[in-house]
């Protein structure tokens, strides 16, 4: 079945630092979608790329897609203590409607 | 707009007992989807739906039914519960092409 793995699953930063996680599927992806879900509480939707290639900016999180539209990332340029929580990719296969989520990377921000 | 209300919160049920989790939203949403989380194990689709009648199979959708009578409601059964249940189970609804929202989710312990 498709799969979406993220690496790293664990990131600790100093409050300051930049912070990027990677997001790879074993399928071409339709469109991705990145969420935030923090602790004891519910994913959170940010953002989603549609177009191969594309890049979008939030205030300091910068979003990718891939040119092959199997992969993404998510960097976020200077941590803040706000940004811990756990990201997630998802995105729908090709053809599908099914919105299948990647593994994670659990973001720890030390002050 | 209340968003995505599931209900309960919280649930302990006996191995083998049944039951159903409630899961509405009034956005007037087509895609409603039902997703459950182990401790580090992300989100897995169960079932989905993208409108009213129509379901289909997530990736985990054994030992689970839904139904999709109305936009508004999307409940999911357990037939027949089982201490492998046990989780938290997130219900979404997507609509307009944009991301999903969550509901705060339903914690479930199977013993």
């Known amino acids: 079945g498709q799969q979406v793995m993220q690496i790293p699953q664990y990131q600790h930063v100093q409050e300051g630092e930049d912070f990027t996680t990677y997001c790879n599927s074993s399928?071409?992806?339709?469109?991705i979608q990145w969420y935030k879900q923090r602790p004891g509480g519910h994913p959170v939707f940010l953002i989603q790329?549609?177009?191969?290639?594309e890049v979008k900016k939030q205030k300091r999180l910068t979003f990718q897609f891939g040119e092959a539209k199997k992969n993404s990332s998510l960097h976020i340029t200077a941590t803040q203590t706000t940004d811990v929580g756990t990201y997630f990719c998802?995105?729908?296969?090709?053809?599908?409607?099914?919105?299948?989520f990647g593994t994670g990377t659990r973001l720890q921000v030390f002050p | 707009n209340a968003g995505v209300t599931q209900t309960p919160k919280f649930q302990v049920l006996k191995t083998g007992q049944s039951m159903t989790l409630q899961c509405a939203q009034d956005?007037?949403?087509?895609?409603m989807s039902w997703y459950r989380q182990d401790p580090g194990m992300g989100l897995r689709l169960i079932h989905y739906?993208?409108?009213?009648?129509?379901?289909d199979q997530g990736e985990v959708p054994n030992g689970y039914n839904v139904s999709r009578s109305t936009t508004e409601d999307f409940p999911l059964r357990l037939l027949s519960a089982a201490p492998s249940q046990t989780s938290v189970y997130f219900c979404?609804?997507?609509?307009?092409?944009?991301?999903?929202?969550f509901g705060s989710g339903t914690r479930l312990t199977v013993v």
């Open positions: 790329l549609v177009k191969s290639g």
């Open positions: 979404a609804s997507q609509g307009g092409g944009y991301g999903y929202t």
């Open positions: 739906s993208v409108g009213a009648g129509i379901t």
């Open positions: 998802a995105g729908p296969p090709d053809n599908t409607d099914k919105l299948i």
């Open positions: 399928t071409t992806l339709s469109n």
């Open positions: 956005m007037n949403h087509e895609y």
